[in-house]
Every structure is written in C-alpha cells, then in structure tokens.
Nanobody
Framework: QVQLVESGGGLVQAGGSLRLSCAASGSIFSINGMGWYRQGPGKQRELVATITRSGSADFADSVNGRFTISRDNAKNTMCLQMNSLKPEDTAVYYC???????????????WGQGTQVTVSS
C-alpha cells in the first residue's frame, strides 16, 4: 500500500508565503513524476507544478516566478514553496505522484488527501 500525505497548508495574508510538503510512504520501488494540483472554490482541479525525478520543473503560468518545487528522492518527499501569495491562490492543494510499487511493477497514479491554502486580501 502506498500513501501520499500533504502538510503545510493554512491561512496567510496576501503577499505572504507558505511551504507545502508531500511525503510518500509504503511499498515504493520508485517514484517518477511528482506534482502539485489545486482546486479552488467552484473550479476544476488544475495543475500547479510538476517535477521529474531528475529535477526538471514546470509551472502553470499563474504561479511561474512565485512558486518553486523541489523533491528529495532519497526521502520520497516533495515540497512546494509558495511566495507572493494572492487571494486567487486559495484552493485545496493536492500532491500527485506516479509510483511503482515493489510488488506490482506497474507505474500508477497516487493522490494525497489535499491541504487547504487560504489567502486573505
């Protein structure tokens, strides 16, 4: 069994910063791509940022230059540093990873339970 657990969400004023973390645990053979998605009130889930195993990152235009993404392959963790936060960044943020388990050698999609980020104006 594999689990993704997010942490670090909360309430922050516009212009502030938050750091989200995601930890993968369980019978993990390898983790390929990882990323963060978010779903704002009344909106569809959207991609925020992705990072490959080698560290190559991509960002949504709306967060480019304000957010950074990183991962630690040895610890199976990923972080999203969010700076210059805006009220429109308010959303539930989800961690995503493509994970191959030790027993079932087939890459599968896994999602965390989500963590709320609220940015007040």
């Amino acid at each position: 069994q594999v689990q993704l657990v997010e942490s670090g969400g909360g309430l922050v004023q516009a212009g502030g910063s938050l750091r989200l973390s995601c930890a993968a645990s369980g019978s993990i053979f390898s983790i390929n791509g990882m990323g963060w998605y978010r779903q704002g009130p009344g909106k569809q889930r959207e991609l925020v940022a992705t990072i490959t195993r080698s560290g190559s990152a991509d960002f949504a235009d709306s967060v480019n230059g304000r957010f950074t993404i990183s991962r630690d392959n040895a610890k199976n963790t990923m972080c999203l540093q969010m700076n210059s936060l805006k009220p429109e960044d308010t959303a539930v943020y989800y961690c995503h990873a493509i994970i191959t388990q030790t027993v079932i050698h087939i890459p599968q999609d896994y999602w965390g339970q989500g963590t709320q980020v609220t940015v007040s104006s």
